[in-house]
């Protein structure tokens, strides 16, 4: 077996551990492979394992990958900083946004998304970590812009998404997450049926996967050190 095929089953043998732990149906917790900065032909490897949805954060290196796999049926995530001028290229070529921080971004998202493809799914992200860096949208501003983009006609929203700071152990890596939940179930019992709670990286999925995360975004323990 390759590296990325045995690393693939260890992160899903982790995955699972983690649900039961958390007594969470399995199926529920869904595997984004990361594969920025990789070539296609890793993505292709990780294929032969079963695996079908990548997440990206760069469009350029994107686009190249996703032209070169044209032949596979992948489900393409985008989940990096997005600029104005870049939204046409992610409407016509992902199935996925995690990373809509602003009303005006969703808004050329909706526009631009061709009307053959169903409609984009659309995560929110939020800066849960509260840093002044961090891209994301502050918690008390969350469900505002939820009933805004889920009013967009080509837009899809189906929950939130975030990076938190890291930290130490487990127990601190979990705070965040639960926040996550909480804002997710406020949104939820305001009248949206949000599905989705993307978190988790390689290094705090087992505590992503405790705070009810149903998509983890996993890179370098798939394809490697970056
Ligand atoms: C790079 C990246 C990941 C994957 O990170 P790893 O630590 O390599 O698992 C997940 N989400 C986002 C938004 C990223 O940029």
């Known amino acids: 077996m390759t590296a990325i095929l045995s690393n693939l089953q260890a992160t899903r043998d982790a995955i699972a551990q983690a649900a039961i732990s958390a007594h969470r149906n399995v199926a529920e917790v869904h595997l984004l ?3 920025k900065t990789f070539p296609a032909e890793a993505v292709r490897e ?5 695996q079908a949805a990548f997440g990206e954060n760069y469009l350029q290196e994107a686009l190249e990958k996703i032209a070169a796999l044209r032949d596979l049926p ?3 995530h985008f989940i990096g900083p ?6 046409r290229a992610i409407a016509e070529n992902f199935a996925w946004v995690h990373s809509v921080d602003r009303l005006k971004i969703a808004e050329r998202l909706s526009a631009q998304r061709p009307s053959q493809l169903p409609p ?3 995560c929110l992200q939020v800066n849960v ?3 002044e860096s961090k891209s994301g949208v ?3 501003e969350v469900a505002q812009l939820a009933q805004d983009v889920a009013h967009l006609p080509n837009l899809r929203l189906r929950g939130l998404m975030t990076i938190p700071s890291p930290a130490a152990d487990q127990e601190q890596q979990r705070a965040p997450f639960a926040q996550m939940r909480a804002l997710l179930k406020q949104l939820n019992s305001q009248g949206m049926s949000l599905d989705t709670l993307s ?3 390689t290094h705090d999925f087992p505590a992503a996967i405790m705070e009810g995360a149903t998509i983890v975004r996993v890179g370098t323990a798939i394809f490697g050190q970056r």
């Open 46 to 50: 990780a294929y032969r394992g079963g």
């Open 138 to 140: 502050a918690p008390a």
């Open 199 to 201: 978190m988790g990286m």
């Open 120 to 122: 984009l799914n659309i």
């Open 82 to 87: 997005i600029q104005s001028n870049k939204t």
């Open 129 to 131: 970590s509260g840093e």
């Open 33 to 35: 492979a990361v594969s």
């Open 74 to 76: 992948l489900e393409w």
